[in-house]
């Protein structure tokens, strides 16, 4: 068994998220690509975005730290820190409307 404190890991991903140029840092927490299943901790600065793109498979972002906004298409939703977001089955963004942190889970189409 494993455990891992998703607070000090959101907080050291939001430290180096604004120690790079892009103002983003991320980094896998459970998974990789000989599994299924896939959590990412991501860090964004304020004003950051993850530009649009397609969803690998089913996929929810947790709200850990800040604000965000998921778009797709004319549609959006913002979370906040404890919110769990769908994340719907077609190109999307994510955008830091503040410094945020997430955790992304994914399970890949068979």
């Given amino acids: 068994m494993q455990k891992f404190s998703?607070?000090?890991l959101a907080r050291q991903?939001?430290?180096l998220a604004h120690s790079t140029s892009s103002g983003r840092s991320s980094s896998t927490v459970y998974g990789g690509h000989e599994h299924q299943l896939r959590q990412t901790m991501i860090?964004?600065?304020a004003g950051q975005m993850l530009s649009e793109h397609e969803n690998p498979g089913e996929a929810t972002v947790h709200v850990l730290h800040g604000r965000v906004?998921?778009?797709a298409g004319e549609t959006s939703?913002?979370?906040v820190s404890g919110d769990l977001l769908i994340v719907p089955d077609h190109r999307h963004t994510l955008e830091a409307l503040e410094d945020a942190a997430v955790l992304l889970t994914v399970?890949?189409?068979p």
Avoid: E, N
């Fill in 43 to 45: 860090a964004l600065t």
């Fill in 77 to 79: 939703w913002d979370g």
């Fill in 69 to 71: 906004r998921l778009g």
């Fill in 107 to 109: 399970t890949k189409h």
């Fill in 13 to 15: 991903q939001l430290t």
């Fill in 6 to 8: 998703l607070t000090a």
